[in-house]
């Protein structure tokens, strides 16, 4: 049985530990098929009666998303890696399926999030979504 070939590796990015462990898992299957790997990073929407400053609060989650793509891209060029990045808004789950569908991606790797004390158990809402909505494999980095 062949298996399909690997050339474009999504990677949901939101600057925690476990991201940039996915990151990391991504770069090493990357080396290994000659794959490029795109960051994304979502910035949620909230309602905006419960921010007290919703436009500057925007603005300073765009600017976090800025520097976390940019570490993952110095991230990926130490290790010769080709790294493009996305930043959109909206609900996490549906742009991460959304965009690897749109752009054709061969996997998506994402970091799972624990719960408190039972995160052993649980996988993070994000990225259980993710494993049950995309019609492409998944990979989840714990």
Do not use: W
């Amino acid at each position: 049985m062949k298996l399909p070939q690997i050339r474009k590796i999504l990677v949901p990015m939101d600057g925690s530990k476990n991201s940039f462990r996915g990151l990391d898992y991504a770069i090493h299957i990357a080396r290994q098929c000659g794959a490029t790997v795109t960051g994304i990073n979502i910035i949620p929407f909230y309602p905006k009666s419960l921010l007290l400053t919703p436009i500057s609060y925007e603005k300073e989650l765009r600017k976090k998303g800025k520097e976390i793509m940019e570490k993952a891209k110095i991230r990926c060029a130490q290790n010769g890696i080709v790294f493009s990045e996305k930043i959109t808004d909206g609900h996490e789950t549906e742009e991460i399926v959304g965009f690897s569908a749109e752009k054709k991606f061969d996997l998506i790797v994402i970091g799972a999030r624990g719960l408190g004390s039972v995160k052993e158990v649980f996988l993070g809402s994000v990225s259980n979504g993710v494993l049950h909505k995309s019609k492409i494999p998944v990979l989840i980095v714990k």
